[in-house]
């Protein structure tokens, strides 16, 4: 068995033996209260799941494992030129939760390689889809495609309950592996015509994927390194991420769970939003007719689109109440590499007009930028102007912590899930019993 695997084992093993333990002993206690207004609000902040790669404090932010991002920048094993984390060390992180050496991270850039051959019959699945789908419905037919080569579901009719964490962990591993060269063959058949990159496997995860884009600019590869750790995971709450554990929980294999939270992230309200945020500058830029607006004119256009009844891409969030730190991850990047960039300094200014503007309609919970604010300035800066591609990217990334923390579900037995609803003319009901 692969040393990730066995440590894999061990540990949910135990977790499996206590948690069984403390649901005898405490399985009749109250975690929360239920109001109407969160039955009808979208269930916020209902305690309503187990999930154990990250968690999200409104104020503070993402925590993986317990470690924030700033914390990971300096304790996960970094690129070769040391700046920026490796993806790959958060994917151990989080499905272990211990940091891992380097050594354990060369070790696992190896097996995703290796792991990494794509069916031939899903780049004809993908070349049978007219080149101006979107890439985002091209990424989930592609890993609906890869299906087929699905460890879980072919072994599904034999194994027992006690080894679904070992298909799971099969599956999980193959797809991360497959990811980027399915997400390159997108982006360079809807927008280079089918001009293909081979990988270069001498590369590590994200600098190999920002090769096969055909972005081999070192500080894309560590921006690429940054981008897909940050993204990777926000506890389990999200639509994608919630999705892929309810789809997941049905004993759809990984693929299926995958690809169906895939479809939940390509929403405008969630990863779409990175599209919506870099059109919506451009035309900012575009109906201002400069590349260096005033903090006014950018003020007036915001005002322009609230009226028009829209939101403002890139604010605002569910659960946090400050500026997401993953925005400020993005920020900090920019001012290390690329702080003259005309659109960069659009973003920062943007940051300083909007919040006050919202915080003034009364109504928005939080008013500050959330992770979907940044990304695309640094993205356009090193020449991927293609902005329907981007939320790709952020799918890449989400699949580190959403297969992870789908091994945990598998290995400690979590069952259907299967919230209650009610109806209008319940809740009815109910208020006239409950005077
Ligand atoms: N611009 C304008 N209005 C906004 C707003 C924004 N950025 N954010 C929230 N509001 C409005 C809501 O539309 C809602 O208005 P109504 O009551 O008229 O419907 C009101 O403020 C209250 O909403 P909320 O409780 O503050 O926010 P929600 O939890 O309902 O929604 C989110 C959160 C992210 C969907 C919302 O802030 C939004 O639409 N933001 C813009 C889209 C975006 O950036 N999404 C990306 C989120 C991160 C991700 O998942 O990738």
Not at 301 to 312: E, F, S
Not at 334 to 344: S, W
Request: proline share 6%.
């Amino acid at each position: 068995m692969d040393p990730l695997k066995k440590k894999f084992q061990e540990k949910s093993e135990a977790l499996k033996v206590e948690l069984k333990a403390l649901l005898k002993e405490h399985g009749g206690r109250k975690v929360d209260e239920v109001k109407l207004s969160q039955i009808f609000g979208g269930a916020r902040g209902i305690k309503t799941m187990v999930w154990e790669t990250s968690q999200l404090d409104p104020i503070e932010g993402i925590r993986f494992r317990g470690y924030s991002i700033p914390q990971l920048r300096e304790l996960l094993p970094k690129g070769p030129d040391g700046k920026e984390p490796l993806p790959e060390g958060l994917f151990w992180l989080m499905l272990v939760g211990e940091v891992p050496t380097p050594e354990q991270v060369t070790w696992l850039t190896k097996q995703w390689t290796q792991r990494s051959n794509v069916p031939e019959h899903v780049y004809s699945v993908l070349d049978a889809l007219p080149a101006d789908t979107h890439p985002m419905t091209q990424f989930v037919v592609a890993i609906n495609a890869m299906q087929t080569g699905s460890v879980f579901a072919r072994r599904y009719e034999e194994m027992g309950k006690s080894e679904y964490w070992d298909a799971t962990y099969e599956d999980t591993m193959n797809l991360i592996a497959r990811l980027p060269r399915v997400a390159a063959y997108i982006y360079r058949r809807t927008y280079y015509n089918g001009d293909h990159i081979q990988p270069d496997i001498s590369l590590d995860w994200a600098a190999n994927f920002a090769h096969m884009l055909g972005i081999s600019n070192p500080e894309f590869m560590n921006l690429m390194r940054l981008y897909l750790t940050i993204h990777a995971d926000h506890e389990g709450g999200n639509a994608s991420a919630h999705t892929v554990h309810l789809i997941g929980s049905t004993l759809s294999d990984p693929y299926l769970a995958f690809a169906g939270g895939m479809n939940s992230l390509a929403g405008p309200l969630h990863g779409l939003a990175n599209q919506e945020v870099i059109k919506w500058i451009f035309k900012m830029l575009d109906a201002l007719g400069t590349k260096n607006p005033s903090k006014e004119q950018i003020a007036e256009y915001v005002n322009g689109t609230l009226q028009a009844g829209r939101v403002i891409p890139g604010y605002g969030h569910a659960v946090l109440r400050r500026p997401d730190p993953r925005f400020m991850a993005q920020k900090r990047f920019a001012e290390d590499y690329i702080k003259d960039d005309d659109i960069v300094q659009v973003v920062w200014k943007i940051f300083d007009v909007v919040p006050p503007i919202l915080e003034g309609l009364g109504k928005v919970k939080n008013p500050w930028p959330n992770v979907d604010a940044h990304s695309g300035a640094l993205l356009v800066h090193y020449g991927m102007d293609q902005y329907s591609f981007y939320t790709v990217l952020f799918g890449v990334s989400r699949a580190l912590g959403v297969l992870a923390n789908g091994c945990w579900s598998r290995a400690l037995g979590f069952p259907l899930e299967r919230p209650k609803s009610v109806t209008s003319n319940w809740v009815k009901e109910w208020l006239k019993e409950n005077q």
